[in-house]
């Protein structure tokens, strides 16, 4: 049905949606949307535990690991991602040793899609530490005090007072990063990594449909993002607590 | 007045105990017992070291010179156990500090489920008590911004029961409380008091001290002034500062 329509659509129109109903253009297009669904999700469940991690060393006793922290955040905040990428793609990966394929070659040990995600997660995460830093320092003192006072230790506090609350003050920053971050996936292109941005170039070098796919490309960022939004709008609407304003 | 009922031995012991911000000397050489069983109210104006001297026992502040000890426990030691000694002493504070994402009774629970690792049910049956007991039965799932100040300081309390302290600390818990909840729970600490709970209250309710205290102390500029049975020290203050000071607020 909706392959005859837009086939229809190219033959009378001249517009050649044809990932609609081109098999071989429909799954390079679905493995382009898979591989990116693919590094969002890892990236975003590692970033936030980047975020996490980094947050609770900020806050050590340790000189060392405060500075590796702030290092860190530094580092990958006021640099470009694109240049991460290419940094752990072109400069680091090189120095990695490579591993049997299984068919007498040899191949790198991470691959294209690896670094994206490596890349991705210590982008996203540089912000996310500075995110709960912000949550967590907006959580009263005086709630801590009292955590502390029932005799909780520094990573049952976190846990179980300090984390439930900084997450829903700093949620609406959190959205913020998360969506740069499937938007900033686009950037694999440019080292290969055959997710949506690339399988679209892919299609439109050879079906010659540039405009068609632009437009395809955008409606799929909108809705992978509208996704994204939906599931922390739940996530909001379930941490919401009765008769507390954050 | 005289006591109620029987002490037992010291609980908590102030010795010489100076506690300086910087240049501000807060404490200055304070000294007060209390026993077992006993209620200890600390008045005096503002800014005189009062509710610094009760963080000092949790070892929620350090102190700079001196003594104190909890249940045998030095507090002013380097190697002290602080999670140890905040088991032992339950702290209320002025503005309840309850947990907000938690209901009124998994905020009692949780104290004792994650730091005492006690058993879930038990737990959960103790907190209903400690609820009942403070009145608030009816509330054991709302949350403490659905609740009036009173009934979160009382949450508050119970929280702070639910942990089994041996003493118990109360910071000017009815100074942000209207005329009616702060009866709720002064009754709820005179309860307490009545039961044999070791007490430690900083207040500005002289009926309060007056009538349930077995001791006042009166502070003033860091120093305890002067301290006696609240019958001596409301009825005959011997120190000019004293009077001043009761002759204002009474």
Redesign the interface.
């Known amino acids: 049905m909706i392959a005859a329509y837009f086939e229809r659509l190219n033959e009378t129109q001249g517009l050649n949606f044809s990932v609609f109903y081109d098999a071989f253009d429909q799954g390079r297009f679905l493995t382009g949307l898979w591989t990116t669904s693919y590094i969002c999700v890892v990236a975003i469940i590692a970033s936030l535990a980047l975020g996490l991690l980094g947050v609770w060393l900020a806050g050590s006793n340790s000189r060392l690991a405060r500075i590796l922290v702030r290092g860190y955040v530094q580092f990958f905040r006021n640099t470009p991602p694109l240049v991460q990428l290419s940094f752990f793609y072109f400069a680091v990966a090189t120095l990695l040793p490579t591993v049997s394929d299984g068919f007498g070659g040899r191949s790198p040990l991470v691959s294209g899609t690896g670094w994206a995600i490596i890349a991705f997660s210590l982008f996203a995460g540089a912000f996310n530490v500075e995110i709960f830093r912000a949550g967590i320092e907006a959580v009263?003192s005086?709630?801590v005090?009292?955590?502390?006072?029932?005799?909780?230790?520094r990573l049952?506090l976190y846990i179980?007072?300090v984390l439930?609350?900084a997450f829903?003050i700093c949620l609406p920053a959190l959205n913020n990063n998360l969506i740069n971050l499937v938007k900033t996936t686009t950037l694999a292109y440019a080292i290969g990594v055959p997710e949506l941005l690339y399988a679209a170039s892919q299609i439109w070098s050879e079906s010659f449909n540039v405009r068609e796919m632009m437009n395809v490309l955008l409606v799929t960022y909108v809705l992978l993002v509208a996704v994204l939004v939906f599931v922390m709008g739940r996530w909001e609407k379930t941490?919401r607590?009765?008769?507390?304003?954050t | 007045m005289a006591s109620r009922h029987q002490l037992g031995e010291p609980v908590v012991v102030v010795a010489g105990v100076e506690k300086a911000f910087g240049a501000l000397r807060v404490l200055k050489d304070v000294a007060l017992t209390v026993r077992r069983g006993e209620t200890v109210c600390i008045i005096g104006p503002s800014g005189s070291g009062k509710s610094t001297l009760l963080r000092c026992i949790?070892a929620?502040v350090p102190i700079s010179r001196g003594s104190i000890t909890v249940a045998g426990r030095e507090v002013n030691d380097p190697a002290l156990d602080k999670?140890?000694l905040?088991?032992d002493?339950?702290?209320v504070?002025q503005?309840y500090?309850?947990?907000?994402?938690k209901n009124a009774l998994q905020n009692v629970m949780?104290?004792p489920l994650?730091?005492?690792k006690q058993d879930k049910a038990e737990v959960e049956a103790r907190a209903r008590m400690l609820l009942a007991k403070v009145g608030l039965s009816d509330k054991l799932a709302?949350?403490?911004?659905?609740?009036s100040g009173g009934q979160q300081q009382r949450v508050?309390i119970a929280?702070?029961l639910a942990?089994n302290p041996k003493v118990m600390l109360f910071d000017e818990v009815t100074a942000a409380l209207d005329p009616e909840t702060k009866k709720e729970v002064l009754v709820t600490i005179q309860d307490l008091a009545a039961e044999g709970m070791t007490c430690i209250l900083v207040t500005h309710e002289m009926g309060f001290a007056r009538e349930v205290a077995d001791h006042v102390y009166f502070t003033d500029g860091g120093v305890i002034v002067e301290h006696g049975p609240p019958g001596d020290l409301f009825g005959a203050a011997r120190e000019e500062r004293t009077r001043a000071f009761l002759d204002k607020v009474l």
């Open positions: 009263p005086t709630t005090e009292a955590g502390e006072s029932l005799g909780y230790t049952q179980h007072v439930p609350l829903r941490m607590i009765p008769g507390y304003s | 949790n929620l999670l140890a905040r088991r002493v339950g702290i504070f503005q500090n309850l947990f907000p994402h949780m104290a994650h730091v005492l709302t949350y403490p911004g659905e609740l508050a929280r702070s942990m």
